[in-house]
């Protein structure tokens, strides 16, 4: 298990840009894929975006496509979550999460596939 602390999140205004971030403690983190989810109040928590273990490859939901960034500093071990163009639906508790993976270039989306999860921080938009 991987202890995960969420970060950056805020009261912001539509249009702005944001940087999550999550610190990483307790595993070998080059070894980790990691994850961003989001739950907007009364929604299910969703998929945002995702990481290989290469910090190559990456996902993104259809939702946030274009104005996500996900990325990872090894020697930090951390990962980060831009954000650009704030709107109102991107209002949500983030969730970091993390999965021990085998595979160098896997990415996965369903929230059943990782091990560990962060607190969450959350973001509100105003419009």
């Known amino acids: 298990q991987v202890q995960l602390i969420e970060s950056g999140g805020g009261l912001v205004k539509a249009g702005d840009s944001l940087r999550l971030s999550c610190a990483a403690v307790g595993r070998a983190f080059a070894n980790l894929s990691m994850g961003w989810f989001r739950q907007a109040p009364g929604k299910e928590r969703e998929f945002v975006a995702g990481?290989?273990?290469?910090?190559?490859?990456?996902y993104y939901a259809d939702s946030v496509k274009g104005r996500c960034t996900v990325s990872k500093d090894n020697a930090k071990t951390r990962v980060y979550l831009d954000i650009l163009s704030l709107k109102a639906d991107d209002t949500a508790v983030y969730y970091c999460a993390a999965r021990q993976a085998a595979a160098w270039h896997s990415i996965r989306i369903r929230e059943e596939d990782y091990t560990s999860w962060g607190q969450g921080t959350q973001v509100t938009v105003s419009s």
């Open positions: 990481l290989a273990t290469s910090g190559v490859n990456s």
